[in-house]
């Protein structure tokens, strides 16, 4: 008689034991379906196109970046991929009477907004929000700390240069203490990596403030390299931003 609560309290341990086994099982098995499913349709883009050809490529896949995203709800990779199918909106005219325009930024701006929020470190993802709010309101202080979080998150990302050089130039913001020895740098990298066409394509779409602070800081680096980039630039033709 003695050990029948021993027993007792053995088989409600069992029982205990077995639910709290199922429930993990349960719950391990809910977070690999919840892990595996997005992977399963996410299109991979882990950069933001930095032409309008691999942006108008990247944007095919925006329904399955939508989907990945919206069951992943958290991971601010999958959002940050969903913005960057949109970011052909980076070069979309906003003067060409686009009806979709307003709402097509909206919903770029919503997925950055949860990829910045859940993955604040994605360079690119502070690049696109730089760009986008940089053609809606050049003139706003707001796409310059933008960009400066995408320097900061990403100074070495040599894929994001050329765009976000770009940028810097249509900001125009090189008296920033912060931003002008970022775009010099920028300038730097490029001369380095000998990309004398995309210098010279950036010049060529720059104004005449920009294209000074462009010649003089290269001037500054190497004197004879800026007259073989305005060389190279006579040959290339005018481009569309």
Same mark, same amino acid.
């Given at each position: ?18 639910? $709290?086994?199922? @429930? ?8 690999? *379906? ?19 050809? +691999? ?9 399955? +970046? ?7 709800? /958290? ?24 009806? $979709? ?36 309101? &050049? ?27 770009? /940028? ?10 912060? /931003?002008? &020895?970022? @775009? ?14 995309? *210098?010279?394509? *950036?010049?060529? %779409?720059?104004? %005449? ?8 800081? /290269? ?5 004879? %390299? ?5 060389? @190279?630039?006579?040959?290339? &033709?005018?481009?569309?931003?």
């Amino acid at each position: 008689m003695a050990l029948t609560p021993a027993f007792g309290f053995d088989t409600r341990s069992q029982g205990l034991f077995k639910i $709290g086994t199922g @429930v993990c099982a349960a719950l391990l098995g809910m977070q690999c *379906i919840w892990l595996l499913l997005p992977e399963l349709v996410r299109p991979k883009i882990d950069q933001l196109p930095t032409n309008l050809a +691999a942006a108008t490529a990247a944007s095919t896949h925006y329904d399955a +970046a939508v989907w990945a995203a919206t069951v992943a709800r /958290i991971r601010g990779d999958l959002w940050a991929e969903l913005a960057f199918t949109q970011a052909d909106l980076l070069w979309r005219n906003k003067t060409n009477h686009d009806e $979709g325009l307003a709402a097509a930024l909206q919903r770029a701006r919503t997925s950055l907004d949860r990829a910045l929020r859940n993955a604040p470190h994605t360079s690119g993802g502070w690049l696109m929000l730089a760009g986008l709010t940089s053609r809606m309101s &050049p003139s706003g202080r707001e796409a310059i700390e933008l960009l400066k979080l995408s320097y900061y998150t990403g100074p070495s990302d040599h894929e994001l240069v050329p765009l976000r050089l770009e /940028i810097a130039m249509r900001l125009e913001s090189f008296d920033d203490v912060e /931003i002008g &020895p970022l @775009v010099s740098r920028d300038i730097r990298l490029l001369l380095a990596g000998k990309q004398d066409v995309t *210098i010279a394509e *950036i010049y060529n %779409a720059s104004s %005449a403030s920009a294209k000074r602070f462009v010649e003089l800081t /290269i001037r500054d680096i190497d004197a004879s %390299a800026f007259d073989r980039i305005r060389s @190279v630039g006579q040959k290339q &033709p005018p481009q569309a931003h």
